[in-house]
């Protein structure tokens, strides 16, 4: 078994009976103890009383975090002539059309979000195998296949964050870093919590959300009462 260093062992007797916090104390706790050499990420996890493997209880949206997620994000866009300028303009990393999709093939995908005009669908269809397991298939529901190519751009670039229930329904993201202020960050807790509120399927019955747990990239996790987090 590895061997547990001083800085991890203190960070996790900081966490001990600490469960159903408010988000400003998780926060507040959270950044009080992360020990890493780097600006770790912060990440809630939801459990959500839904089964995906059902399309009637699905969760799936978008949400722009009004502070940003602290994160670089490299944009991606398929489109032709004066939609492919447009993508440029706006700042994507990558534009193309069939070029870009032989590339996605022979496994080249240095992006983290990717975006369509209705008329390359066709092309894009082809990767659906390869995309659609790492969350990356471009979609109308979430503004990703879109002929407003600018907005879609900036909006990717501009902190937009992109949820999906797994299996056993859990959402997962990230939602800012750990040099963020504090009240920054409890903002972008309850953005993120209130859109995933608001996607609830028709199917969903009895308690949609479970249970909500923080935690930054290398830390420990600790749970927020969820009455805490949602935003009427």
């Given at each position: 078994m590895a061997k547990i260093g001083k800085r991890t062992r203190a960070a996790r007797e900081a966490f001990v009976g600490k469960e159903n916090m408010s988000v400003e104390e998780a926060v507040t706790l959270i950044k009080a103890n992360a020990n890493a050499k780097f600006d770790e990420t912060i990440?809630?996890?939801m459990n959500l009383g839904v089964d995906p493997r059902h399309?009637?209880?699905m969760v799936r949206g978008v949400v722009g975090l009004p502070n940003g997620t602290g994160k670089t994000v490299r944009v991606a866009v398929f489109a032709r002539g004066a939609k492919a300028e447009e993508a440029t303009a706006a700042g994507a990393d990558i534009v193309?059309?069939?070029d870009l999709m032989e590339a996605v093939q022979g496994g080249k995908i240095d992006f983290d979000r990717c975006i369509a005009t209705p008329d390359m669908m066709p092309v894009v269809g082809r990767l659906g195998k390869v995309?659609?397991?790492r969350n990356l298939m471009p979609n109308?529901?979430?503004g990703t296949v879109t002929m407003d190519v600018k907005e879609a751009v900036e909006a990717a670039k501009g902190g937009q964050v992109q949820f999906k229930a797994e299996?056993?329904?859990v959402v997962h993201a990230g939602i800012g870093k750990l040099s963020f202020d504090e009240a920054k960050l409890v903002e972008n807790v309850r953005a993120f919590v209130g859109a995933v509120s608001k996607a609830k399927p028709a199917g969903s019955k009895g308690t949609y959300m479970k249970k909500i747990a923080l935690s930054s990239t290398m830390g420990p996790g600790v749970t927020v009462e969820v009455?805490?987090?949602v935003t009427e």
């Open positions: 990440e809630i996890a399309a009637d209880q193309g059309a069939e995309l659609g397991p109308p529901k979430i299996k056993g329904g009455d805490s987090a």
